[in-house]
């Protein structure tokens, strides 16, 4: 028989609270022995092929102040395009050692994180099109009801951004720049996540 729903009562919304990183992240908060490891922190293994690549980043609120207690989640294609899930046809031919998946707690000191992996090649986007090699970011923290997703693209793939099908549906020049990596030295970039006020970070619906 189906519930009457007049009788039932919404659930209320809860924030990520302050246990966030006991479940998502234990070591980081001194939790050991739940996990053999911290659980995320190797998207490519030493044998994956591919250019190796280091991402600094930090999440800043509304006011521009250090967001110390996010968690930030990633998702990438391999060197030549291919996602590791079987939701991708040709993930059979996954590179050795890679997961593309990482979860990497902000610093409480400083609120920075840090991503080492291998750069992705493009993937078939939508229609046919081609989308420029990038990073999904997925981020949760005390404060923020539903996870917030964006993505991070490379600066030097200028062209490829240009033809991307997802920047190209942002229409201020502005704003597609929130999500272009900022060059930081050899193999290195930096990738600063605006949530709210100028400057905020283009976040898409999941």
């Not at 001194?30 to 053999?36: D, H, L, M, T």
């Not at 704003?175 to 898409?204: H, K, M, N, S």
Request: aromatic share 8%; proline share 9%; glycine share 12%.
């Amino acid at each position: 028989m189906v519930q009457d729903p007049t009788l039932l009562k919404e659930t209320p919304s809860q924030t990520a609270g302050p246990f966030v990183h006991i479940g998502t992240h234990p070591w980081t908060v001194g939790v050991e022995g739940v996990f053999a490891a911290q659980p995320g922190q190797v998207v490519a293994g030493p044998d994956c092929p591919g250019t190796r690549i280091r991402i600094e980043g930090r999440i800043l609120d509304g006011d521009g102040q250090v967001v110390r207690d996010a968690v930030v989640e990633t998702w990438q294609a391999d060197p030549n395009g291919i996602f590791a899930s079987p939701v991708d046809p040709r993930h059979e031919r996954v590179a050795t050692g890679f997961t593309g998946w990482g979860r990497f707690a902000c610093s409480f000191a400083d609120g920075a994180f840090a991503v080492e992996t291998v750069k992705p090649g493009p993937v078939p986007g939508p229609r046919g099109t081609t989308m420029a090699p990038h990073i999904c970011l997925w981020i949760v923290a005390r404060g923020i009801n539903l996870g917030l997703s964006t993505r991070l693209y490379f600066p030097e793939d200028a062209a490829a951004n240009a033809a991307d099908p997802i920047l190209a549906r942002i229409e201020s020049p502005q704003r597609r720049d929130t999500l272009i990596a900022e060059p930081w030295g050899e193999g290195a970039y930096r990738f600063e996540i605006r949530l709210q006020g100028e400057g905020e970070t283009v976040f898409f619906a999941t």
